[in-house]
Nanobody, 115 residues
């Protein structure tokens, strides 16, 4: 099994920044993809950004140029730096770990962008 521990999130003013972290532990295989997804009220969960253990990165068009995903393979931790936040970024953000054997979700962390 894989366990995920998320941190970060909170309330921020429009234009502000937040940083999310997600640490994985357990049955970690070297080849994996970690990433962030979000779900706003009344909407489906959507991709925000992912990064593979090899360093390949994918962003949703809506966050390109504002969000930066990174990872520390030694710590099996993924980070999401969110800048220039907009009210439409308000959602519960979920960390995901995907490998050949596991597809695991974090418990979610609330991000609220509001004045």
């Amino acid at each position: 099994q894989v366990q995920l521990v998320e941190s970060g999130g909170g309330l921020v003013l429009p234009g502000g920044s937040l940083r999310l972290s997600c640490a994985a532990s357990g049955s970690i295989f070297s080849r994996n993809t970690m990433g962030w997804y979000r779900q706003a009220p009344g909407k489906q969960r959507e991709l925000v950004a992912t990064v593979t253990s090899g360093g390949e990165i994918n962003y949703a068009d809506s966050v390109k140029g504002r969000f930066t995903i990174s990872r520390d393979n030694a710590k099996v931790t993924v980070y999401l730096q969110m800048n220039s936040l907009k009210p439409e970024d308000t959602a519960v953000y979920y960390c995901n770990f995907n490998s050949r054997y596991y597809d695991t979700w974090g418990q979610g962390t609330q991000v609220t962008v509001s004045s």
